[in-house]
């Protein structure tokens, strides 16, 4: 008898399950469209406008202008070669210097370039080296067409044929795609150059695409290493953009642009996958504005600290810090043009969603708690929303504007997907997950209609027939002479 019981019961128990589930799979069935268009929703870090902060390390290289920085991811140094009027005797130098994100070291190697300006260098993350070409070189007074390249220890001269013609004015960068270091334009003492060449730590290797910007000099490049695009502004006092990808040049036409300018400074930021611009000169004056190209536009940048107005200065990303660096330059700060040998970095701030909202099945009249937790540059706003709809308090609503939604008493209305948009002030909207929320009406709160304890309202289970379960016991003797009677028939009848 014991054994028939629980058998029953396990039946009961079975068809309420699955009845229970079928009511799931329904609520599940009709959200998935709006599952899908959720989790196509904006990821979860957002990026703000940067910041400019002013380093002051005990030592540094002297004011200077015309030289170039690179970082040495390898390394993780950020390397100044050259550069003019390093002090009061001297028009140009060739001294090398690094910095490792707290102080600048300077290095006396056995071999080095002569004293030069207006050179281009760019980091060869390959082989780990620093690689320069041209530059005015103070030696010969004249337009130079060394490569050399830097190892850490020593600088090297290489002597390849063909190489571009000697000029200065020029600008270099690393394309990590196709391992190969672009040049573009610059200055031979006699001519402006519109000319596109590749070094691959071997030879030098002239490009001819079939279109290609204008002859140029003080313009600035940097390498996009998320889309494969070496990025050109500038130079010669105009605001056109390029991009080069190898094989051909493309001009863009954003619809906001910086200014016309020319011996500015950029690098690509990986953190924030743009390319930041500062500064440079309009021809009538500097300017101090920070600029950020993400590939279809060029978005200004709000900053409350920032160099002042300069140009001849230099830029390099540190990738394992996230910063760019910024060196030196012509500066006016107290009126009259002069060199600068402060040290800047800008570095954009992230804010993300660290802890997200976690999906959750309540019976109806429970509460539903769902709490989101952002971390970064606040202040933060927040806005709730059912599957993808803003929400706002009433009806049991509270706390839509708020880190934490709730829902009290909660209702099978209430079904659906929901998520968190959390913004601040300076920065773009991120979205949190999109969770499910499940009202299940057949969830027992406490043991209130909930005779068996099993967590199922009575009345969602299969009703039970008085053989069932408990009812056995009572029904046994009943079923017992039943079947004494029926046997007593059956005995009849064959007589």
Same mark, same amino acid.
């Given at each position: 008898m014991k054994r028939a019981t629980q058998h029953a019961a396990r039946k009961r128990n079975a068809a309420s399950e699955k009845g229970h589930d079928r009511w799931v799979v329904r609520v599940c069935a009709s959200a998935v469209a709006a599952l899908a268009i959720l989790n196509a929703a904006a990821p979860v870090r957002a990026q703000c406008d940067g910041v400019w902060t002013k380093r002051m390390p005990a030592a540094s290289p002297s004011a200077r202008s015309n030289h170039q920085l690179a970082y040495d991811s390898a390394r993780g140094v950020t390397v100044l070669f050259g550069g003019g009027f390093g002090d009061s005797t001297s028009g140009m130098n060739n001294e090398t210097w690094e910095w490792n994100g707290t102080s600048w070291s300077q290095w006396s190697p056995a071999t080095s370039p002569s004293p030069r300006t207006f050179f281009g260098m760019a980091y060869d993350i390959a082989r780990g080296v620093t690689v320069l070409f041209g530059g005015y070189d103070d030696a010969t007074n004249a337009p130079s067409g060394q490569t050399w390249e830097w190892d850490g220890t020593n600088w090297s001269q290489k002597s390849p044929v063909p190489a571009p013609s000697a000029r200065f004015g020029h600008a270099m960068a690393y394309d990590s795609t196709r391992n190969v270091t672009v040049l573009f334009g610059g200055y031979d003492g006699v001519n402006t150059l519109a000319e596109t060449w590749e070094w691959d730590g071997t030879s030098w290797v002239q490009r001819t695409p079939g279109m290609s910007p204008?002859?140029? %000099? /003080?313009?600035?490049?940097?390498? &996009?290493?998320?889309?494969g695009a070496t990025v050109l502004f500038g130079g010669n006092l105009n605001a056109e953009t390029w991009e080069w990808n190898g094989t051909t040049w493309t001009q863009k036409f954003p619809s906001t642009s910086p200014a016309a300018r020319l011996f500015l400074a950029m690098a690509y930021d990986s953190g924030s996958g743009?390319?930041?611009?500062?500064?440079?000169? %309009? /021809?009538?004056?500097?300017?101090? &504005?920070?600029?950020?190209?993400?590939g279809t536009n060029w978005f200004q940048q709000s900053t409350t600290t920032a160099p002042t107005g300069r140009y001849y200065h230099a830029m390099a990303y540190d990738i394992n810090r996230s910063a760019v660096v910024l060196f030196?330059?012509?500066?006016?700060?107290?009126?009259?043009?002069?060199?600068t040998n402060e040290t800047w970095e800008w570095s954009v701030p992230t804010f993300q969603i660290s802890l997200q909202p976690a999906a959750q099945i309540v019976g109806v009249g429970q509460?539903?708690?769902?709490s989101v937790t952002a971390t970064g540059p606040g202040p933060f706003s927040y806005q709730w929303r059912l599957n993808g709809n803003p929400l706002a308090d009433g009806d049991g609503?509270?706390?839509?504007?708020t880190d934490t939604l709730i829902i009290n008493p909660a209702s099978t209305a209430n079904n659906g997907f929901y998520g968190c948009q959390v913004n601040t002030l300076t920065c773009q909207t991120i979205l949190s997950d999109f969770v499910e929320l499940t009202i299940d009406p057949c969830k027992a709160v406490g043991t209130t209609g909930d005779a068996d304890g099993n967590g199922i309202l009575d009345s969602c289970e299969t009703p039970t027939c008085g053989a069932c379960g408990a009812g056995m016991a009572t029904m046994m003797p009943m079923l017992l002479v039943g079947m004494i009677g029926l046997r007593r028939t059956r005995t009849v009848f064959r007589k």
């Open positions: 204008s002859p140029r %000099t /003080g313009l600035a490049m940097a390498y &996009d290493g998320v889309r743009a390319t930041v611009l500062f500064g440079g000169t %309009t /021809g009538s004056g500097l300017v101090v &504005d920070t600029w950020k190209w993400d030196g330059g012509v500066s006016n700060d107290t009126g009259v043009a002069t060199n509460a539903a708690i769902l609503i509270s706390g839509s504007a």
